[in-house]
């Protein structure tokens, strides 16, 4: 199982490539994953 400090570094680097960027999809890779979320996935992009 993963640190918490290797854990850590996914968003920082997520936060550098997609802050600002308009959402256009979401593909869910493994749907036994996902949690309820608001807005639902479908209604997300764009």
Request: aromatic share 4%.
């Given at each position: 199982?993963?640190?918490?400090?290797?854990?850590?570094?996914y968003?920082?680097?997520?936060?550098?490539r997609?802050?600002g960027?308009?959402?256009?999809?979401?593909r869910?890779?493994h749907?036994?994953?996902?949690?309820?979320v608001e807005?639902?996935?479908?209604?997300?992009?764009?």
């Amino acid at each position: 199982m993963p640190e918490l400090p290797g854990l850590a570094v996914y968003p920082e680097h997520l936060e550098r490539r997609i802050l600002g960027q308009e959402l256009e999809r979401i593909r869910i890779a493994h749907p036994f994953l996902l949690r309820p979320v608001e807005p639902a996935p479908a209604e997300a992009g764009g």
